[in-house]
């Protein structure tokens, strides 16, 4: 029985979270009611089919998870086009997201001033699962100028790119990243400008040259609360062993399901992140518990069987 299903999508398809396609006719009008592709399946997508063969490598890492949530408290303004600013508020949310994913997997968490491109740059390379809440724009105009905005540093104003508070596209391909998951909860990390022969030359896809195998990413501007939601769900999933994709489905369908999200029920709210990747459990990852407290009670049950069973055939040849 398929379960799961790998998606090389091509052209205007690569804006579509398939999640959303309806796989029977529905007289129902709610959004929560409707027969999406979700329900039957778990869906990933792939940058190329060549990657379906890709196997995956657990790289050494000093640490399980690391979490950043930078502080938006004055707005941020940003030539996001070279052409129009942009301005970026607070996010009620993000450290809340990162707090949650940290109770499950430990590590290491960056929150406001601490969360800088600065400390990403000096921890990016020891994680094997990585996690960022934050702003994140996409530069059509230039795509190598789409970027993932940190907590500013005033002290460091001045030095260029690589202290500016901006993690540029560019500046991802030099990175030498080695986490098996990279969590990108932020706007359009997996949109931007389609290019023929190339795809969308996106955030996500910059993290995957960077040496991430696997990626979470945004198609669009995601609602903050929703998204931390839906994030604690995955998160949660994802530490008992759960296969990747299937964390993300269940996440959703737990989203969906919920009597408090009726007025969230729109794929907006939801839909807009996908999994680029393998489907396998997160590298080293500890076995849950009930695995262990499972072998354990087979164990003990088939040494009383063989217990009982020696007593018997002893008893057997006592009477003979």
């Known amino acids: 029985e398929i379960k799961s299903l790998a998606i090389v999508p091509d052209g205007l398809l690569t804006y579509l979270p398939f999640d959303i396609l309806l796989t029977a006719q529905s007289k129902s009008k709610a959004y929560y009611d409707q027969p999406f592709l979700l329900r039957k399946y778990a869906t990933r997508n792939l940058f190329s089919a060549s ?64 969360a800088t491109e600065d400390q990403f740059r000096s921890v990016s390379g020891l994680a094997n699962l990585m996690h960022l809440s934050m702003h994140g724009f996409v530069n059509n105009d230039d795509p190598s100028f789409s970027a993932m905005i940190f907590t500013p540093d005033d002290s460091l104003k001045g030095l260029g790119y690589d202290h500016d508070g901006l993690l540029y596209l560019h500046e991802l391909y030099n990175l030498p990243l080695i986490a098996d998951l990279a969590v990108l909860s932020a706007c359009e990390t997996g949109g931007g400008k389609y290019t023929r022969g190339e795809g969308i030359v996106s955030l996500g896809k910059a993290f995957r040259y960077a040496g991430c195998e696997n990626i979470v990413m945004s198609l669009w501007k995601v609602n903050d609360r929703t998204t ?25 369908l737990s989203f969906l399901s919920d009597p408090k999200n009726r007025h969230f029920t729109h794929p907006y709210y939801w839909s807009g992140f996908i999994l680029s990747g393998d489907p396998l459990p997160l590298l080293g990852q500890k076995i849950p518990m009930y695995i262990y407290f499972a072998i354990g009670s087979v164990g003990i049950l088939l040494t009383t069987l063989f217990l009982w069973y020696r007593k018997n055939k002893s008893s057997q040849r006592g009477a003979l």
Do not use: C
């Open 51 to 114: 990657t379906l063969n890709t196997v995956a490598i657990n790289k050494k890492s000093t640490t399980q998870y690391i979490g950043f949530a930078p502080n938006y408290e004055s707005r941020v303004e940003i030539d996001s086009t070279q052409s129009q600013w942009s301005s970026f508020g607070p996010l009620n949310y993000n450290v809340d997201e990162v707090s949650f994913a940290s109770e499950y997997f430990g590590g290491k968490i960056y929150t406001g001033s601490e």
């Open 228 to 252: 931390a939601q839906l994030m604690q769900i995955f998160f949660r999933h994802l530490s008992v062993g759960m296969n990747k994709d299937e964390a993300l489905r269940q996440a959703k």
